[in-house]
T-cell receptor, first 115, second 109 residues
Framework: NAGVTQTPKFRILKIGQSMTLQCAQD?????MYWYRQDPGMGLKLIYY???????DKGEVPNGYNVSRSTTEDFPLRLELAAPSQTSVYFC??????????????FGSGTQLSVL | GQSLEQPSEVTAVEGAIVQINCTYQ??????LSWYQQHDGGAPTFLSY????GLEETGRFSSFLSRSDSYGYLLLQELQMKDSASYFC??????????FGSGTRLLVRP
């Protein structure tokens, strides 16, 4: 099993450009999440999904969009990149269940710079 | 709303015991999780407490007191490789998983 795979690992965008961060998991997990982490800070939830076709906003959703057409994939879209979106982005997944869904499996992250 | 408060930094000596505290305020509470993150790496799951009391996993233990809205992570027999950031996390009433701002642990020789 590859676990949670994120691509790309690094990306530099110009202000106003768009891009999609890819995330795929092969563990058949229903729950998937997107977090961003600014330097020296904690993780902020952007969007999450409890299953295919279901998504919901997290703490900091502005400037982002997501879709969940399959159980495996959960891409994050930045439409008009801004310098404030410079951050490390982590995708994560977890299974269902009262206790087991608390164990999140994280991808290796995407370091994004907007200049 | 939901907030989790942790000390920003803790320093300890190799071989010692260190406790990292987490206090939370939430409109709904299911349990408290702990994650470890080394510099440049991804967070990895350490433990989860749904009920009051102590959960032990090797050198790491985690404690929860629902009545005090408080939990802690206890690291014993500290090793240099334990130098990392540690995050507590909890779900709010809408089931979002929210993280604290993290505690940076520095283990000195």
């Amino acid at each position: 099993n590859a676990g949670v795979t994120q691509t790309p690992k690094f990306r530099i965008l110009k202000i106003g450009q768009s891009m999609t961060l890819q995330c795929a998991q092969d563990m058949n997990h229903n729950y998937m999440y997107w977090y961003r982490q600014d330097p020296g800070m904690g993780l902020k939830l952007i969007y999450y999904s409890v299953g295919a076709g279901i998504t919901d906003k997290g703490e900091v959703p502005n400037g982002y969009n997501v879709s969940r057409s399959t159980t495996e994939d959960f891409p994050l879209r930045l439409e008009l990149a801004a310098p404030s979106q410079t951050s490390v982005y982590f995708c994560a997944s977890s299974t269902t269940g009262l206790a087991t869904n608390e164990k999140l499996f994280f991808g290796s992250g995407t370091q994004l710079s907007v200049l | 709303g939901q907030s989790l408060e942790q000390p920003s930094e803790v320093t300890a000596v190799e071989g010692a015991i260190v406790q990292i505290n987490c206090t939370y305020q939430t409109s709904g509470f299911y349990g408290l999780s702990w994650y470890q993150q080394h510099d440049g790496g991804a967070p990895t799951f350490l433990s989860y407490n749904a009920l009051d009391g102590l959960e032990e996993t090797g050198r790491f233990s985690s404690f929860l007191s629902r009545s005090d809205s408080y939990g802690y992570l206890l690291l014993q027999e500290l090793q240099m490789k334990d130098s990392a950031s540690y995050f507590c996390a909890a779900r709010d009433s809408s089931y979002k998983l929210i993280f604290g701002s993290g505690t940076r642990l520095l283990v000195r020789p």
